[in-house]
């Protein structure tokens, strides 16, 4: 106790010494060693639920379900509730072979019963509440601004920081719970203002509005860690948060977390610190980037194609990660059942799977587009296919995606999405 430079609450201390026991100790104790290391002076509250990036019961990971026993024998509940990232698997929607289904069933997700058992005893909201856009509002987990959040999901976090000016940082698996747990957080990094002026200036000087997954790349890409200020997104966006805009920027944010670590980005007149402070969001000395057409072209002919026969047909087709809002797929079903009426096909040329959260599918199904877009031959699932994909049986099919993310940790094969209309609507070549 003598070691630690934070300061702590007598409450704290408490709990440190063991004054709610030996459980509760170990999980304090883990906090405050990761609020030391990070140089944080004391402990916050956090003021809305939780959100975990750990929601597969992969069979490796032991000591996860032994903790999650050792949180429930002890009688600990989860002060702030939390959401959990999607699914791993979901047989009825995404093709899986015997092999498939064996190594998923027995090797790679065997705890995944378990563990969600252990979830609904320690805190998870509601039994269906999987999905890494929580903050959506049909999923209902959506941060209001200047919360503190203990969340890890980067292309959530991202969006809560940016989009819903919430504070939270790029948190692990498990710290993300045990803020939960107790309710509190170590004060550091985005959770300070000094740290949430932008120390690069993206200024934007495209023709049109760019494909949201490749500009999210060339910014991950070159300012790393960084805080980008995006100047003349805008002018194509608006300045208000609407369905498209949420959209665009949940997709981009998440394009820039996986290929950097961008945590935090303001847009000018539109995000929510840039609109309320302007280019006082801006630190001195901040670095600039400038984005044209042609940056954007090489940064997607600079990403490797893993495929081992690059012409080889595509097996299947994941569109979503992140997960797609209401609009997304309302807007995918228009642009699927025109492009199939152009290319004179009745259904998609490759087994498709749009993902999106329980709760966003069961919104889109009380729409006139929900049975228009199954007529198409797509699937909905609500998995996530990062965990689909990682096997060396799936890793190996060749997939194709519009998803950056996706690209990154997997070897799907990346399009934009105006390219995979195309290949899964069946356009001939000319
Ligand atoms: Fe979501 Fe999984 Fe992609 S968690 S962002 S669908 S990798």
Redesign the pocket.
Known sequence: MEKIKMKLTKEEKDILNGAQGPTMAKIMNTLVMFGELAGAKRMVPITHEGHLVTSFGISLIKPLYRIMDEIINAGIAAKWKFTA??RPIDYKNVKCNLLNKLIFSKIMYGQQARYEEQLKKVGLTKNNDFS?TCYLPEMGNTPKYGDILSWA?S?AVVFANSVLGARCNRNSGMIDLFGCIVGKVPEFGLLLDENRLANWVVELKTTSLPDAQILGSAIGLTVGDGVPFIKGLDKYLGKELNDKAISYLKDMG?ASASNGAVGLYHVQNLTPEAKKNGLKMIATGAKKLIITDKVLEQVYKNYPILWKNMDAKPYMCFI????LSVEQLIDWTHKVTQGLKQNNQQKLSVRTIF?TSPAVLEAFSNTPEYLQLLETGAHLSCI????YMNNPIAGKKPIITC?N??RT?TSARFYTEAQILDIITGKKEK
Not at 384 to 387: D, F, I, N, R, V
């Open positions: 990232d999607p890494c999901e292309s998440a979503g990660c992140p997960h993902t996530c296919p990062l965990m998803s993310k996706l940790y």
